[in-house]
């Protein structure tokens, strides 16, 4: 690759939604750099892999993924690991996987560009090995010059980064750092920019963005969002994760109260009983969550919930694991992303005996699964007849149907007359004949919402599945 004209790379993103916008950040300062983004590990000369370690198995496909391309070596191909599994694992990486040349973590991107011409000048081979891990205890969020929008439906900003909450069973304060907030300034200015790129949605972005403090104090959490969606020309505001410690009444109070910003909050619980909770040290009780529950039921707005639930955390007895299934009933979410406990390094519950075996892990998982799938067909049934707003994602052509996704963040897969072509990103209105566990179906109604200009986008990889 080093010396030739045409420098290459192809990306692959495992993980959560910070890991898909740091990899907006990584292509956009790879594209300044020369190089050209590809599609297929063929074509290209570096191969990136952007890695997510939340789980075990997370990790172990990012360790798969490298052994398979092992012998591409020998094509001069580069290979490097970013993310979080680069920060956990450092240079143990290269002891894993001796064929990899680079390995950065989160922080650390904002030294790619230094790395890249290393790495550009160094044959491959041991002793030419390149790593970045310095920066995760920065006071500064990461940001880069250049952002590769690759969503073409929505714009997405890091307002936070790192965490400080340390629940036992969880890697993300080990390979994020410590909380660090962006000001509100500088959020605004990001979000006009997107504006002005033809963004009609943003999500803020953060592994606990209601956690946010702005560091010049001007604005709480609630008001950022409320400056957010009061930015011009912009139709739908969302923001995740929320963390139920500092989810505050006045979060529901502002959704209420701006049109913007979408009827969706995503509250992880992670489990039904206090005793749990209080081992898995999340910092709140079931009845504590529940009261933040009951803020959001007692909005003006049809607001969906949605969460996550780990099964099986060490010592959680088939009891505690009822009074799960029962906060289900209780809160009627409208989908639930479930989980078997993954013993993490680092993690204080490594500690604990982890001795609920690996098949009633997956007996608690399917029970709560099947649980959850009636509620969200109940949740999802109440839709029917009526006409909602759908932002445009893109269209099935063997179904013949387009895919849109509703305020609330459901996916919503509809029919428009033949020949009809809807533009991406643009909003319509579609009345809802079907229900699923996991989806809505309906018939286009009409057009005439705003509909978005078509924007341009320095993006080579126009995904519509996000
Ligand atoms: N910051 C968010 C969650 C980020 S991780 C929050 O606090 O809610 C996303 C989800 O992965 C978590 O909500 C949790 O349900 C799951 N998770 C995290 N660590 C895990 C582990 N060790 N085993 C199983 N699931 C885990
Ligand atoms: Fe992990 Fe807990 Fe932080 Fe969420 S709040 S990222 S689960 S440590
Ligand atoms: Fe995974 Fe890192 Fe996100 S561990 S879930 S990619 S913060």
Same mark, same amino acid.
């Given at each position: 690759?080093?010396?030739?004209?045409?420098?290459?790379?192809?990306?692959?993103?495992?993980?959560?939604?910070?890991?898909?916008?740091?990899?907006?950040?990584?292509?956009?300062?790879?594209?300044?750099?020369?190089?050209? $983004?590809?599609?297929?590990? @063929?074509?290209?000369?570096?191969?990136?892999?952007?890695?997510?370690?939340?789980? @075990?198995?997370?990790?172990?496909?990012?360790?798969?993924?490298?052994?398979?391309?092992?012998?591409?070596?020998?094509?001069?191909?580069?290979?490097?690991?970013?993310?979080?599994?680069? $920060?956990?694992? &450092?240079?143990?990486?290269?002891?894993?996987?001796?064929?990899? @040349?680079?390995?950065?973590?989160?922080?650390?991107?904002?030294?790619?560009? $230094?790395?890249?011409?290393?790495?550009?000048?160094?044959?491959?081979?041991?002793?030419?090995?390149?790593?970045?891990?310095?920066?995760?205890?920065?006071?500064?969020?990461?940001?880069?010059?250049?952002?590769?929008?690759?969503?073409?439906?929505?714009?997405?900003?890091?307002?936070? =980064? &790192?965490?400080?909450?340390?629940?036992?069973?969880?890697?993300?304060?080990?390979?994020?750092?410590?909380?660090?907030?962006?000001?509100?300034?500088?959020?605004?200015?990001?979000?006009?920019?997107?504006?002005?790129?033809?963004?009609?949605?943003?999500?803020?972005?953060?592994?606990?963005?209601?956690?946010?403090?702005?560091?010049?104090?001007?604005?709480?959490?609630? =008001?950022?969002?409320?400056?957010?969606?009061?930015?011009?020309?912009?139709?739908?505001?969302?923001?995740?994760?929320?963390?139920?410690?500092?989810?505050?009444?006045?979060?529901?109070?502002?959704?209420?109260?701006?049109?913007?910003?979408?009827?969706?909050?995503?509250?992880?619980?992670?489990?039904?009983?206090?005793?749990?909770?209080?081992?898995?040290?999340?910092?709140?009780?079931?009845?504590?969550?529940?009261?933040?529950?009951?803020?959001?039921?007692?909005?003006?707005?049809?607001?969906?919930?949605?969460?996550?639930?780990?099964?099986?955390?060490?010592?959680?007895?088939?009891?505690?694991?009822?009074?799960?299934?029962?906060?289900? @009933?209780?809160?009627?979410?409208?989908?639930?992303?479930?989980?078997?406990?993954?013993?993490?390094?680092?993690?204080?519950?490594?500690?604990?005996?982890?001795?609920?075996?690996?098949?009633?892990?997956?007996?608690?998982?399917?029970?709560?699964?099947?649980?959850?799938?009636?509620?969200?067909?109940?949740?999802?049934?109440?839709?029917?007849?009526?006409?909602?707003?759908?932002?445009?994602?893109?269209?099935? =052509?063997?179904?013949?149907?387009?895919?849109?996704?509703?305020?609330?963040?459901?996916?919503?897969?509809?029919?428009?007359?033949?020949?009809?072509?809807?533009?991406?990103?643009?909003?319509? $209105?579609?009345?809802?004949?079907?229900?699923?566990?996991?989806?809505?179906?309906?018939?286009?109604?009409?057009?005439?919402? =705003?509909?978005?200009?078509?924007?341009?986008?320095?993006?080579?990889?126009?995904?519509?599945?996000?």
């Amino acid at each position: 690759m080093s010396g030739t004209a045409d420098k290459t790379f192809y990306l692959e993103t495992f993980g959560c939604q910070m890991n898909v916008h740091d990899s907006e950040k990584v292509i956009g300062t790879l594209l300044q750099q020369g190089y050209r $983004q590809v599609q297929t590990v @063929d074509e290209a000369g570096l191969i990136l892999y952007n890695t997510c370690s939340i789980r @075990d198995k997370a990790e172990q496909k990012v360790f798969n993924r490298l052994n398979d391309y092992k012998k591409l070596r020998k094509q001069g191909k580069k290979f490097g690991v970013l993310g979080c599994v680069a $920060q956990q694992e &450092g240079d143990r990486i290269f002891e894993k996987a001796p064929h990899v @040349d680079l390995v950065c973590g989160s922080a650390s991107y904002r030294n790619l560009p $230094q790395m890249l011409v290393q790495l550009e000048t160094v044959q491959t081979g041991a002793g030419n090995r390149l790593t970045g891990l310095d920066d995760r205890q920065t006071d500064l969020c990461f940001e880069t010059e250049y952002t590769a929008r690759t969503n073409p439906h929505r714009g997405y900003i890091t307002i936070i =980064e &790192g965490c400080d909450k340390f629940c036992a069973y969880c890697v993300v304060p080990f390979t994020r750092g410590k909380e660090r907030s962006r000001t509100s300034g500088s959020v605004l200015a990001e979000a006009r920019q997107l504006a002005d790129l033809g963004y009609t949605e943003i999500q803020l972005l953060g592994q606990n963005v209601n956690s946010y403090r702005d560091p010049d104090e001007k604005m709480t959490f609630a =008001e950022l969002l409320a400056a957010v969606a009061e930015v011009r020309g912009m139709h739908r505001v969302r923001f995740t994760t929320s963390h139920p410690r500092d989810f505050g009444r006045d979060i529901v109070d502002v959704i209420d109260a701006i049109p913007a910003l979408c009827d969706h909050v995503h509250l992880p619980v992670q489990s039904g009983s206090t005793r749990v909770l209080d081992a898995m040290q999340r910092l709140y009780t079931r009845d504590e969550y529940l009261e933040r529950i009951a803020w959001i039921h007692s909005a003006k707005r049809d607001i969906s919930i949605t969460t996550d639930l780990i099964v099986g955390f060490p010592g959680e007895t088939e009891r505690e694991f009822e009074q799960t299934l029962s906060l289900l @009933d209780e809160v009627g979410y409208d989908s639930a992303f479930t989980f078997k406990y993954s013993p993490r390094p680092n993690t204080p519950a490594l500690k604990l005996d982890d001795a609920i075996p690996d098949e009633e892990k997956a007996r608690r998982l399917a029970l709560l699964n099947e649980r959850q799938r009636q509620i969200s067909a109940r949740r999802n049934r109440r839709h029917l007849g009526e006409i909602v707003e759908a932002m445009v994602e893109g269209k099935n =052509e063997a179904r013949g149907q387009w895919i849109g996704r509703t305020s609330q963040i459901k996916v919503l897969n509809f029919t428009a007359p033949e020949g009809m072509q809807l533009k991406a990103a643009s909003y319509v $209105q579609v009345q809802v004949t079907n229900s699923f566990p996991n989806s809505l179906g309906g018939e286009l109604k009409s057009t005439n919402i =705003e509909s978005s200009e078509q924007r341009v986008i320095q993006s080579s990889n126009q995904s519509f599945n996000d």
